[in-house]
């Protein structure tokens, strides 16, 4: 017999100790057995760790250290993620299920934000405004108080360094909320923060159920401000909530994002930025390129590539250096996609590719599913209209470039979109003329922590990443400061 997981803290405020709440597993998706136990946070943890994480903000100093200084610790953390890469990149594959390549990629990418971040602060500069009286007058930011990161489980450390470099570096103590079925990334993280010098208390880390510990952390009242990812209805619910507590938000939401392949593009170079904007991660992904919209002339001939590449692409054990795509992150979620696969097939779609889950060696107890492109269908099907959230391309010809537009335009999402063209000038048009909080040109979902990110509509409010990151994470203050030489005139 197995010997039994040992119970995992989790961080109340900088009291390292098991929750109060239920007790789960956290399992490897690609296997089903588990890799941590814990108790999740309970309602009254969450209560403990935001007043002492209030009170640790008002009394430890960080908010008051000079910007310099704080950056250093930022520094200290991207430097200890780097030294510890292997060693979190392997826990993130167990944690999500993701093959490892793109583990490593993320653990990268997280330390590259706190350095970002660190950088940011330590060159940050407040404005001196036209004074219009005897005023020297000042625009400062300041920070917040308790802030919330409540981040879903299909990136954790990428998505949770988002959100924590820029509130600590802001100043403000951070509560996050992982996604129940990914904690260990975002505890990997606060421990981190803790030995690079952050005051103990100013990083919590509550893992639990949405419903119940997501939704105290957002009603209360020391919190201060929530920067959630995840899905839409529970963005829309989180924003019910802040509406009443007049509290701001930023909510990085769904997507349904549409590829465009113009006639003239290089379709080499198209083919292998719609696979990876779509299959890459499993799908799993608010970004991936799930509709897909082909020049009619060349539409066949590129439909036929594409489905025999998905067909070749490698699905299997995350730990492998080969693997292009691991298992989906539940059992309950991979049948969701077949229930959309089913849907599509219902709605009058034809599969092209996949549809099925992989069987034979490897493939008996994870949760995997084969790269599926579904064609036949039109724009207002629900499969081209509702996030899967898996990998389930929907292909499609278009005529005109108005009618392009139309259709990729249509959709209550609006968070990215792909344009392949040799014509840089139809490239330029189109990119402006697709509504869109990132457009990619001849590539797809590619990132960079100095250029904003978020979503229109739908997909959500607010941006993260860029400079202009961290005042998401601060207040606005005007100071005027007198230089009369004589009182005030109305009172003389
Ligand atoms: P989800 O909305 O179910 O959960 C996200 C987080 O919110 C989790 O930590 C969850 O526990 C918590 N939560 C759930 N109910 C809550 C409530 N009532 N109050 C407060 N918190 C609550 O989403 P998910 O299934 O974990 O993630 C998938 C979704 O995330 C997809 O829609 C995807 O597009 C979106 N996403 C968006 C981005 C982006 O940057 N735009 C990035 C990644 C994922």
Redesign the pocket.
């Known amino acids: 017999m197995k010997a039994r997981l040992e119970l995992l803290p989790i961080d109340v405020a900088g009291e390292w100790r098991p929750g109060n709440g239920e007790e789960y597993e956290s399992l490897y998706p690609a296997t089903g057995e588990p890799v941590a136990r814990l108790r999740a946070a309970s309602p009254g943890d969450v209560d403990e760790a935001i007043n002492r994480a209030d009170r640790t903000f008002r009394n430890s100093g960080w908010a008051q250290m000079l910007p310099h200084a704080r950056a250093a610790v930022l520094h200290r953390v991207a430097a200890l993620i780097r030294e510890r890469s292997e060693d979190l990149a392997q826990r993130q594959r167990l944690d999500n299920g993701k093959p490892i390549s793109e583990t490593r990629a993320l653990v990268a990418s997280a330390a590259g934000t706190f350095q970002y971040f660190a950088a940011a602060l330590e060159t940050l500069e407040e404005a001196i405004t036209p004074s219009r009286g005897a005023w020297v007058t000042m625009s400062v930011h300041e920070p917040m108080g308790v802030v919330a990161a409540?981040?879903?489980?299909?990136?954790p450390i990428a998505?949770e360094a988002q959100k924590l470099a820029p509130a600590r570096a802001a100043g403000n103590a951070v509560v996050v909320?992982?996604?129940?079925v990914t904690p260990l990334m975002a505890l990997e993280l606060a421990s981190i923060c803790e030995e690079a010098g952050v005051p103990r208390g100013m990083v919590s880390v509550l893992p639990g159920?949405?419903?119940v510990i997501?939704?105290v952390i957002?009603r209360h009242p020391l919190v201060r401000r929530v920067s959630?990812?995840?899905?839409?209805a529970?963005g829309k619910?989180?924003a019910r909530i802040a509406a009443d507590k007049m509290m701001p938000v930023s909510l990085?939401?769904?997507?349904k994002s549409p590829t465009m392949v113009l006639e003239d593009a290089d379709l080499d170079h198209a083919l292998a930025g719609v696979l990876y904007g779509i299959f890459s991660s499993s799908g799993e992904s608010?970004i991936a390129g799930s509709r897909l919209f082909v020049a009619r002339r060349i539409y066949d001939e590129f439909v036929t590539r594409l489905a025999r590449a998905a067909g070749s692409l490698r699905v299997g054990d995350p730990s492998s250096e080969r693997t292009q795509m691991g298992p989906l992150i539940t059992a309950g979620h991979r049948e969701s996609i077949e229930r959309y696969v089913a849907l599509g097939v219902s709605e009058g779609g034809r599969i092209r590719s996949g549809g099925v889950r992989p069987s034979g060696a490897g493939f008996d107890r994870g949760y995997f599913y084969t790269p599926t492109i579904l064609e036949g269908l039109a724009n207002t099907a629900r499969v081209s209209r509702e996030?899967i959230?898996g990998p389930v391309l929907v292909a499609m010809p278009f005529d005109t470039e108005d009618d392009l537009i139309a259709q990729a335009n249509d959709s209550v999402y609006a968070?990215a979109a792909g344009v392949w063209s040799r014509d840089f000038k139809r490239a330029w048009a189109l990119g402006r003329a697709v509504q869109a909080g990132t457009v990619w040109i001849n590539t797809y979902k590619q990132f960079s922590v100095s250029t904003p990110f978020g979503?229109w509509r739908d997909?959500?409010l607010g941006r993260e990443k860029g400079r202009e990151g961290i005042f998401q994470y601060m207040q606005q203050k005007s100071l005027y400061w007198g230089i009369n030489e004589e009182p005030l005139a109305w009172a003389r």
Do not use: R, V
Request: aromatic share 8%; glycine share 22%; with cysteine.
């Open positions: 409540i981040t879903p489980w299909n990136s998505s909320k992982p996604a129940e159920k949405g419903s997501g939704d957002t959630f990812t995840g899905g839409t529970t619910h989180i990085e939401l769904g997507g608010c996030e959230f968070l979503g997909s959500g």
